[in-house]
């Protein structure tokens, strides 16, 4: 399958926008496990599709996560990104209160920062296969 397949078209647009974020946690701090990166993918999943965006590639470590995503061009990747830190961080607390409570303690579990880069100039491929090769906990 060719990069090219996945042209997306709006209403007066055609368009194929791919970013690359990465969100840490709070002062680094281990507190992902498996169970949780696999409900924060839903999560993100769920909230990207509000703002029709895909993601196309979820990965993390125990401290941090990383997405693929494809925008289109009226989402500001800015929004986008205050609102998939905002809502994980939110339902994470609601749903696992007890494992991580000694990290979340300031109602924060990601850092004020972020990584965003766009990916037009590495193929996708190598993106793709970049987080796929995260070391996911168990």
Same mark, same amino acid.
């Given at each position: 399958?060719?990069?090219?397949?996945?042209?997306?078209?709006?209403?007066?647009?055609?368009?194929?926008?791919?970013?690359? &974020?990465?969100?840490?946690?709070?002062?680094?701090?281990?507190?992902?496990?498996?169970?949780?990166?696999?409900?924060? $993918?839903?999560?993100?999943?769920?909230?990207?599709?509000?703002? =029709?965006?895909?993601?196309?590639?979820?990965?993390? =470590?125990?401290?941090? +996560?990383?997405?693929?995503?494809?925008?289109?061009?009226?989402?500001?990747?800015?929004?986008?990104?205050?609102?998939?830190?905002?809502?994980?961080?939110?339902?994470?607390?609601? =749903?696992?209160? $007890? *494992?991580?409570?000694?990290?979340? @303690?300031?109602?924060?579990?990601?850092?004020?920062?972020?990584?965003?880069?766009? +990916?037009?100039?590495? *193929?996708?491929?190598?993106?793709?296969?970049?987080?796929? @090769? @995260?070391?996911?906990? &168990?």
């Amino acid at each position: 399958m060719t990069e090219h397949q996945n042209i997306r078209t709006g209403r007066h647009c055609t368009f194929v926008l791919h970013a690359h &974020l990465v969100y840490v946690t709070k002062f680094r701090h281990k507190v992902f496990t498996d169970a949780h990166l696999r409900r924060m $993918e839903e999560i993100m999943r769920d909230v990207a599709r509000d703002f =029709e965006c895909e993601i196309i590639e979820f990965n993390g =470590e125990n401290n941090h +996560v990383h997405l693929l995503v494809n925008l289109p061009p009226k989402a500001a990747p800015s929004k986008l990104v205050n609102s998939l830190k905002g809502v994980s961080s939110r339902r994470l607390r609601q =749903e696992y209160p $007890e *494992p991580v409570r000694h990290y979340w @303690q300031a109602q924060r579990l990601w850092s004020g920062s972020y990584f965003a880069a766009s +990916v037009g100039g590495a *193929p996708l491929s190598a993106v793709r296969q970049y987080i796929e @090769q @995260q070391n996911r906990p &168990l």
